[in-house]
T-cell receptor
């Protein structure tokens, strides 16, 4: 059974700092990996999606890397801002055949606070 | 586009009552999903659908039922509500994975309390 772990559970940093969030998974047979942002009382917003054949994806100040062989992904946030404060969730796409990659297994998230 | 919409936003049920959580999307996505999120936890997949008339169980389907009669709608039915079903329920949708872009779009959630 696939298990996804995120470390740390909570992180507090001063504004402007570069930071790394970690995600590990137990079964390397994944089809994709997604990073989501969740604001309090809101739904999830997909930030980055990495297909299993890719090593990284970038969007603005965000960079996500994937190392399937070691079962790890990192989300790098450059020059953090107070508006980045949220919970960040990692999810791996599993499944077989036509539905490959559509069924997500989530980690418990990292709660990030960026202090002005 | 409204994206993924869910109703109601909040609901309190008594033990043993039943209800239907509504979900609709206007992005013409074939795939739709229901998740639950317990406090401080990640999301767990309840049911998913790959198209109208086709549904399948996820990780935690017990106590729930789904149907998919149209591409747009994917209601989740709770029968005989129990306190263990107190959670936040999220609906999501995506294109089919074979398109290479299975990014999932989430609704705002329904907060359900069973007492």
């Amino acid at each position: 059974k696939q298990e996804v772990t995120q470390i740390p559970a909570a992180l507090s940093v001063p504004e402007g700092e570069n930071l790394v969030l970690n995600c590990s998974f137990t079964d390397s047979a994944i089809y994709n990996l997604q990073w989501f942002r969740q604001d309090p009382g809101k739904g999830l917003t997909s930030l980055l999606l990495i297909q299993s054949s890719q090593r990284e994806q970038t969007s603005g100040r965000l960079n996500a890397s994937l190392d399937k062989s070691s079962g790890r992904s990192t989300l790098y946030i450059a020059a953090s801002q107070p508006g980045d404060s949220a919970t960040y969730l990692c999810a791996v796409g599993i499944g077989q055949g036509e539905t490959s990659g559509s069924r997500l297994t989530f980690g418990e998230g990292t709660q990030l606070t960026v202090n002005p | 586009n409204a994206g993924v919409t869910q109703t109601p936003k909040f609901r309190i049920l008594k033990i043993g009552q039943s209800m239907t959580l509504q979900c609709a999307q206007d992005m013409n996505h074939n795939y739709m999903y229901w998740y639950r999120q317990d406090p401080g936890m990640g999301l767990k997949l309840i049911y998913y659908s790959v198209g109208a008339g086709i549904t399948d169980k996820g990780e935690v389907p017990n106590g729930y039922n789904v149907s998919r009669s149209t591409t747009e709608d994917f209601p989740l039915r709770l029968e005989l509500a129990a306190p263990s079903q107190t959670s936040v329920y999220f609906c999501a949708s995506s294109y089919a994975p074979r398109t290479g872009a299975p990014r999932q779009y989430f609704g705002p959630g329904t907060r359900l309390t069973v007492t």
